[in-house]
């Protein structure tokens, strides 16, 4: 299994205006949940954000995997309902 780096963007703001975001916590969330159904996919770490009251724009998810398609289709699946402002990165670490 190799190791990579799964950058997701979205749109940061203010937790006072929630609805002007893009909240990529919230879809990280929701990937590592789906990838537990998954033997061939290994979490390592997640980061999301670092300040109080400030909706994070870009989250990682560090993780092994030996089937990176089905890395691919889990996070495409996921950010058609977020729309054309979110877009990920996968590298190889």
């Given at each position: ?22 909240d ?19 979490i ?50």
């Amino acid at each position: 299994m190799e190791k990579y780096k799964l950058s997701i963007f979205g749109k940061g703001g203010h937790g006072a205006e929630p609805n002007e975001a893009i909240d990529t916590t919230i879809i990280t969330s929701e990937f590592v949940r789906k990838s537990t159904k998954y033997k061939n996919i290994e979490i390592i770490s997640v980061i999301s954000g670092t300040s109080f009251n400030v909706i994070s724009g870009k989250a990682e998810i560090i993780l092994e995997t030996d089937n990176l398609n089905k890395i691919k289709n889990l996070i495409e699946a996921i950010l058609v309902y977020y729309g054309e402002e979110t877009t990920y990165d996968l590298t190889c670490l």
